[in-house]
Nanobody, 114 residues
Framework: QVQLVESGGGLVQPGGSLRLSCAAS????????MGWYRQAPGRQRELVAA???????NYADSVKGRFTISRDNAKNTVYLQMFSLKAEDTAVYYC????????WGQGTQVTVSS
């Protein structure tokens, strides 16, 4: 069983920045493939960014050049650094871990508004 706890969401103005963190349980975090998804009201959940256990990274086209995913295996934590935030980035952001199955965090709200 893998438990995931997200933090770092909040209200930010357009053009601002936020860093999301996701702390994972377990002693084999380094073997998990990790990801961030988001879901806006009335829309399907979508992949934002992912990082494998080997360090391969991919991003949704809509966030390329603005968001950066990274992981710290010593801290069992994955991060999503978000720059140049737009209103359309407003959503609940979920952390995921893939091991024996997919695990999800409870989500953290990001609101981009002036």
């Amino acid at each position: 069983q893998v438990q995931l706890v997200e933090s770092g969401g909040g209200l930010v103005q357009p053009g601002g920045s936020l860093r999301l963190s996701c702390a994972a349980s377990g002693s084999i975090f380094r073997f998990y493939d990790m990801g961030w998804y988001r879901q806006a009201p009335g829309r399907q959940r979508e992949l934002v960014a992912a990082i494998t256990s080997g360090g391969s990274i991919n991003y949704a086209d809509s966030v390329k050049g603005r968001f950066t995913i990274s992981r710290d295996n010593a801290k069992n934590t994955v991060y999503l650094q978000m720059f140049s935030l737009k209103a359309e980035d407003t959503a609940v952001y979920y952390c995921t871990a893939r091991w024996d199955r997919d695990y999800w965090g409870q989500g953290t709200q990001v609101t981009v508004s002036s």
